[in-house]
């Protein structure tokens, strides 16, 4: 128990020295995704400098399903080097969801999940170029929903235009 307390201080009093500069806006797209393939509006508040409000409007499907959602992830940054940084936070999302099951019946309804969402972006910005890429990952464990207290996860890119 003792090397998790001094490895978790040490994480974040690195995190302290090396805090990013969070944007006080940007908004973009997120395209990704598990078994399910899906895109996002997505767009980034700043709270601070090293802190930030994330909100997703999202739509995904395969051939026997489909679902549209809205997400929410409150994110910590940290610079790596100039231009890159890490972030992480926890999160939850909301939808409603549609799907055919093996004996072609649709059942549809609505889904409620909470998580988090870790990932590492690249800012334009130090080259004058208003650009924000991003690649995270953002686990959700549903406990109302299509997965009826199951856990999904995907893999998804981020573009987004950053403004003062």
């Known amino acids: 128990m003792k090397k998790v307390i001094v490895i978790l201080c040490f994480i974040l009093g690195t995190g302290l020295a090396l805090q990013a500069q969070v944007h006080p806006r940007a908004i973009g797209l997120r395209f990704g995704g598990g078994s399910v393939f899906g895109g996002e509006i997505s767009y980034q508040h700043g709270l601070s400098e090293t802190n930030r409000l994330e909100f997703d409007l999202g739509f995904g499907g395969s051939e026997n399903y ?4 809205v997400s929410g992830t ?12 890490w972030y992480t936070g926890p999160g939850a999302a909301v939808g409603f969801y549609s799907r055919t099951n093996d ?44 997965n009826d207290g199951g856990f999904g996860w995907g893999v998804s890119l981020g573009v987004r235009y950053t403004w003062q």
């Open 74 to 85: 409150y994110q910590w940054n940290w610079n790596i080097t100039e231009g890159l940084n």
């Open 103 to 146: 004996d072609n019946k649709i059942k549809s309804g609505l889904t409620l999940g909470i998580g988090g969402q870790i990932g590492l972006e690249y800012d334009f910005n130090h080259l004058n170029a208003p650009i924000l890429l991003s690649l995270d990952t953002r686990p959700i464990f549903d406990f109302i929903g299509y």
């Open 66 to 69: 489909s679902n549209l959602f």
